[in-house]
Structure formats: C-alpha cells, structure tokens
C-alpha cells in the first residue's frame, strides 16, 4: 500500500510578486481506495499550495494536481534556488506516504527607498541633515550618495558617501551642507539642493534640499547694541547730575560738624593760653574725610557661601529619572538594567574601519543592525526612547571580518533610568 509522486516539471522560476505553478502526478499503488493528502515542504511552503490539496484514487489509478508558488515581492523572500519537497500523504497507510523534491529558481529585485530629515536646515556658516536608505528589495544593495546645487554656491561633506544594505535593513548617511559665502547682515537666503542616492544597476533617487543661510549677526544685534549704549549714556548722566552730587554733599555735612566741633575746643584752648585763634573756615576748605576702611582685624561683610553642585550620579530629573549612560563592546557586551531603562541616543564607534555587522538586541530581539564598512562613528537620537524593562538586557554583536585585527567597535548609549 502508498503512493508515489511525479513531478512534471521538477524545476521552474518564478519572479517575487508572479505566479508559477507545477504539475503533480500521484498514482495509488496500495490495494484500497484512498485519500492522499499534497502539501508543499521547505522554504517555498510560506508561498505555496497544492491544488486540490487532497486526491482519493481507486488501486492503481492516477490523478493530477497541481502547485502554485507565488513568492510575494517582499525583502523577507528569498532570491536564487529554492529547494521544496512535494508530499503525498495517505490516510489509509501513513508509512506509505511519498515525497518528490524539486526547485524553485526566484528572481531578485531592487526598490530602494530614501527619505531627506530634515529636508531645510538652518545656520549661517553650516548646516546637517540625515539621509536614510531603505533596502526594500530581496537583494544586497550598493548605492552611492552624490549631492550638487544648480548655483554651485554650497560645499558638501557627504559621510560615509557609498551605502551598502542587506535586504529588509536601512543604512544612514550625514550630509553637511555649508556655503560658499557668508554675509554679516541680511535677510537669511533660502539655497536649493540636489540629493542623488545611486543604486548600482538602478535608477537614481532624487531628493531636494535646502539651507536657510543666515547671516553672521543676528537680526536682533544692531537693537540690542543701541539699547546698551543708551543704557550707558542714561547710567553716566544720572551718575554726573544726580548721584555723584548727592554722595560729595553727604560726605562735606558729614565732615563739617566734627571739624566745627574740635575748632571751637582749639579756640578755647588758645583764647585761654592768650593765643591767637583759629581763623573761621570758608565753605569749601578744610581737609577732607577719608573713606573709612576696615579696621585691622576686621573684614567687611563676606559674600554668601556657594553651594556646591550635587553630585551628578545622584542627579534625578523630575518626570524622567536618574541620567544613565555606558558602553558596549566585544568584551562587555550585555548590560542588564536593574528598573526600566529608556535609551535616547545610540553612538557607534569605528576608530579602525573595521569591516563586519554590529548588531543591537534587546533579550536577543534585533533593534538595529549597521555594516562597520559604512562609517567610523555615527550617532543616533530617538524622540521615542527606547525601553528595557527592569531585569531585561541591551546587548551587543559584532562580526568582525578583517583577520589579524583586534574586533574594537562599540557602541555607546545614554538615557534613564527609572526604578
């Protein structure tokens, strides 16, 4: 009792997003009726059927079916040959089941996507923007990144300026964009860009951009510079004409009564000792009073005490938490958070040009993946933190492909933590 499987065509190709199928010869070599169950076994089995996807046959009959491959353009679908099994499953005899392997050849494809954030920086001697390449193709991709403007009045820092994306990842580049010409003051002057991401074989995507260049001195300056120099001239005049008056006839009465007092005791003393006296003095003479000093020993009123700054590790910000950072490498490469860690920035380092993957998981769950060959140090900064409940892990892969070097990249993440 059983079955046996005959593949018509045992090997066809199929491009993602199409439709092929294969031809199925099944023959009931048992002595009973039976009903045999067809189902497709392998990689292909997630874009699949078999149609009918049961046959009953008398002893010795033969009945077709047919498979349907229809492999969805998607970058989670394999390119290149993929192997498949055919099953026949008897419900009469199970041992007698059948199978018949065959291939499927899927075609590869590209649609890389890319998206300028943010698309109108602003400065007058620089400005930055991020440029992120989607790979949402079945294939590797290799793009090149070239900017220009039509006046030639900008200078680009492209960094890195060549991308290179597995499928269904995302690669990211820095475009710095400063002008040729500066100006001190002005209206800020809007300059257009052109932004190219070459895929190789591919068309290219443009993107456009723009610099809101400012000028050196800001707006507001030439106000601000007049309101302190009429600040000065109003502070000068009021010291001239009003305080300055005020302290010198303050501190002439403050003089005039102990002087007045002392040279009637000097008269007296004279007039009794049948000396002449002292002549009455004139307004204006007479020595004047020194500013009193502090005597020895004394000390004038001493400044409040600073109070020094806490301690940084024990800072708290109200609503978020206690501020965390650290680092990880090939030799540390888990970090387990005793509360709820919310990462706000990710900083790769490369300092050797290392070649390879580094990959950041959370409890073995991929967040992000970068090619080393991509940059030397790049630096990202999410809005929505990422969180890392408490007894979870942020860890860190590398795979480093140069040999005779030592695997250095690492990377760097800060946020906070909450108990």
Same mark, same amino acid.
């Given at each position: 009792?059983? *079955?046996?499987?005959?593949?018509?065509?045992?090997?066809?190709?199929?491009?993602?997003?199409?439709? =092929?199928?294969?031809?199925?010869?099944?023959?009931?070599?048992?002595?009973?009726?039976?009903?045999?169950?067809?189902?497709?076994?392998?990689?292909?089995?997630?874009?699949?059927?078999?149609?009918?996807?049961?046959?009953?046959?008398?002893?010795?009959?033969?009945?077709?079916?047919?498979?349907?491959?229809?492999?969805?353009? *998607?970058? =989670?679908?394999?390119?290149?040959?993929?192997?498949?099994?055919?099953?026949?499953?008897?419900?009469?005899?199970?041992?007698?089941?059948?199978?018949?392997?065959?291939?499927?050849?899927?075609?590869?494809?590209?649609?890389?996507?890319?998206?300028?954030?943010?698309?109108?920086?602003?400065?007058?001697?620089?400005?930055?923007?991020?440029?992120?390449?989607?790979?949402? /193709?079945?294939?590797?991709?290799?793009?090149?990144?070239?900017?220009?403007?039509?006046?030639?009045?900008?200078?680009?820092?492209?960094?890195?300026?060549?991308?290179?994306?597995?499928?269904?990842?995302?690669?990211?580049?820095?475009?710095?964009?400063?002008?040729?010409?500066?100006?001190?003051? /002005?209206?800020?002057?809007?300059?257009?860009?052109?932004?190219?991401?070459?895929? !190789?074989?591919?068309?290219?995507?443009?993107?456009?951009?723009?610099?809101?260049?400012?000028?050196?001195?800001?707006?507001?300056?030439?106000?601000?510079?007049?309101?302190?120099?009429?600040?000065?001239?109003?502070?000068?005049?009021?010291?001239?004409?009003?305080?300055?008056?005020?302290?010198?006839?303050?501190?002439? !009465?403050?003089?005039?009564?102990?002087?007045?007092?002392?040279?009637?005791?000097?008269?007296?003393?004279?007039?009794?000792?049948?000396?002449?006296?002292?002549?009455?003095?004139?307004?204006?003479?007479?020595?004047?009073?020194?500013?009193?000093?502090? *005597?020895?020993? !004394?000390?004038?009123?001493?400044?409040?005490?600073?109070?020094?700054?806490?301690?940084?590790?024990?800072?708290?910000?109200?609503?978020?938490?206690?501020?965390?950072?650290?680092?990880?490498?090939?030799?540390?490469?888990?970090?387990?958070?005793?509360? =709820?860690?919310?990462?706000?920035?990710?900083?790769?380092?490369?300092?050797?040009?290392?070649?390879?993957?580094?990959?950041?998981?959370?409890?073995?769950?991929?967040?992000?993946?970068?090619?080393?060959?991509?940059?030397?140090?790049?630096?990202?900064?999410?809005?929505?933190?990422?969180?890392?409940?408490?007894?979870?892990?942020?860890?860190?892969?590398?795979?480093?492909?140069?040999?005779?070097?030592?695997?250095?990249?690492?990377?760097?993440?800060?946020?906070?933590?909450?108990?």
């Amino acid at each position: 009792m059983g *079955a046996s499987v005959t593949l018509v065509t045992p090997a066809v190709a199929v491009e993602p997003g199409q439709v =092929t199928s294969i031809e199925i010869k099944v023959r009931n070599t048992g002595s009973v009726v039976d009903e045999f169950a067809l189902d497709v076994l392998g990689d292909a089995a997630g874009w699949a059927v078999v149609e009918p996807p049961a046959i009953s046959l008398f002893p010795g009959a033969e009945g077709v079916a047919k498979a349907v491959f229809s492999p969805p353009r *998607a970058a =989670t679908t394999p390119s290149g040959l993929v192997p498949f099994g055919l099953r026949a499953r008897s419900r009469e005899d199970p041992a007698g089941s059948a199978v018949e392997e065959g291939s499927v050849t899927v075609g590869s494809f590209q649609e890389p996507h890319a998206e300028l954030a943010p698309r109108t920086s602003r400065g007058s001697s620089s400005g930055s923007h991020d440029l992120a390449v989607d790979n949402r /193709g079945n294939a590797r991709l290799s793009a090149e990144i070239e900017a220009t403007d039509a006046d030639r009045a900008l200078r680009f820092d492209v960094k890195p300026p060549a991308l290179v994306i597995d499928p269904g990842m995302a690669a990211f580049a820095r475009i710095k964009v400063s002008p040729v010409k500066r100006f001190w003051r /002005g209206q800020p002057k809007t300059v257009p860009f052109q932004l190219y991401v070459r895929p !190789e074989g591919g068309q290219p995507i443009a993107l456009d951009g723009t610099l809101l260049q400012e000028s050196i001195l800001p707006p507001w300056f030439v106000k601000a510079l007049l309101l302190a120099l009429a600040a000065l001239i109003a502070l000068a005049i009021f010291w001239l004409f009003l305080l300055k008056p005020s302290i010198e006839s303050a501190a002439s !009465e403050a003089v005039a009564s102990p002087l007045a007092s002392l040279k009637e005791d000097v008269n007296k003393a004279l007039g009794d000792a049948g000396l002449p006296t002292m002549a009455p003095a004139t307004p204006g003479s007479g020595p004047t009073a020194a500013p009193a000093t502090p *005597a020895p020993g !004394e000390s004038a009123t001493p400044p409040p005490a600073v109070t020094p700054s806490p301690d940084p590790g024990g800072v708290t910000i109200a609503g978020l938490g206690q501020p965390v950072d650290g680092r990880l490498d090939q030799k540390n490469p888990t970090f387990t958070t005793k509360g =709820t860690l919310f990462v706000t920035d990710l900083v790769f380092s490369n300092p050797n040009g290392q070649e390879g993957a580094v990959v950041v998981l959370r409890d073995g769950t991929q967040l992000l993946q970068l090619r080393l060959d991509n940059f030397r140090d790049y630096d990202l900064h999410f809005v929505t933190p990422i969180v890392i409940p408490a007894g979870s892990s942020l860890n860190l892969s590398l795979a480093c492909t140069i040999a005779g070097q030592p695997c250095d990249p690492a990377v760097f993440y800060s946020g906070y933590l909450r108990p």
